[in-house]
């Protein structure tokens, strides 16, 4: 019998599987691709999206903080450090009702996938029991699962394999030269290792990062390429625009070329073809031409839904009718 989630399984598998001898890719050629003129690089990047996806379904996730603030990190663009002073007030786990009911409204509105985040430096084995709980049960309702929790130590990613999770979030949100700039509490190897940990485990990677921190365009053109020389690509790879929260010691950080933001999806589609990339924070602040600018540079999910974590998202109407008007489907 086909379940439901092999059916979703099937639908988000890319029409082209990695070739075996895949190219790696030199910080400098990414520059290359950045500097290339608007127009060529989003055409190059059409080209690769169309040979490996149907380029009108985009991937939709709703994202639940189920775990809000208090964390003991100090990444500098984040609301939820407890070491800044943001106004947020730390929350307890959201107990699992709740986390069900958020997951079934999310599946009603024409979500696939439900993302769960919690604001810790990495879970505790005690904290990890509920959540593999809230996983089995968001799947038995049809849907994909990820979660992203921080950090895992040995053995945690194989009890989320365990209870069936689809996906690991884990953001190396910068270049490796920038990061003890963004971030000193740990280190973007921390961060590799927990991929690998998840990789290990057989679960999908969801890797990507921030741009609009105030690094420099070869740092961009970095990050893109440590994501795309990974062992194995991210299946999901989300670009954030920051959000620039009061409070934050990046509250001021001066805004980025719109047009910035569209060669960093454009480069992450040319140099990672076969994985998904995802328009992701920022989008409240993007006019729906510039959406439709990242799509056409190669974006093919996005976060759906009036709220990620702790900021506001697109209200889920407003993104039906810009599918409407762009003739976008949902997978
Ligand atoms: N604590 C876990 C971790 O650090 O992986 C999970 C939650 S953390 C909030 C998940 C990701 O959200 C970060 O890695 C970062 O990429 C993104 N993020 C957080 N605050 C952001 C902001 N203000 N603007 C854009 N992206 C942000
Ligand atoms: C990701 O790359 N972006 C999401 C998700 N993974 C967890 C989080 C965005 C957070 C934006 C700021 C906030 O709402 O606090
Ligand atoms: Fe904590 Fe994650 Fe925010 Fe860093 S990004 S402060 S680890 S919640």
Known sequence: ??????ILQRIDEPRRAEPADRKRWAVAEVEALFDLPFFDLVFRAQ????AHFDASAIQRSTLLSIKTGGCSEDC??????KRHHTGLEPEQLMPIDEVLDKARAAKARGATRFCMGAAW???????????????REVKALGLQTCVTLGMLRD???????????????HNIDTAPEFYGRVITTHTMQD????????????INVCSGGIIGMGESRLQRAALIAQLANLPKPPESVPINNLVAIPGTPLAEAEALDPFEFVRTIAAARITMPASFVRLSAGRQEMSDELQALCFMAGAN???YGERLLTTDNPDADRDD????RLGLRAI
């Open 1 to 6: 019998m086909t379940t439901h989630s092999a």
């Open 47 to 50: 080209q690769v999206h169309r």
């Open 76 to 81: 500098g663009y984040c609301s939820q450090s």
């Open 121 to 135: 430096r990495g879970p505790k084995d005690r904290d990890l029991e509920p959540v593999v709980e809230m996983v």
């Open 155 to 169: 053995g945690q990613a194989e009890q989320l394999a365990q209870a069936g999770l689809d996906y690991y979030n």
């Open 191 to 202: 961060r590799l290792d927990t991929l690998e940990r998840v990789r290990s485990a057989g």
């Open 301 to 303: 999910s996005m976060f």
């Open 321 to 324: 009718r810009l599918f409407e």
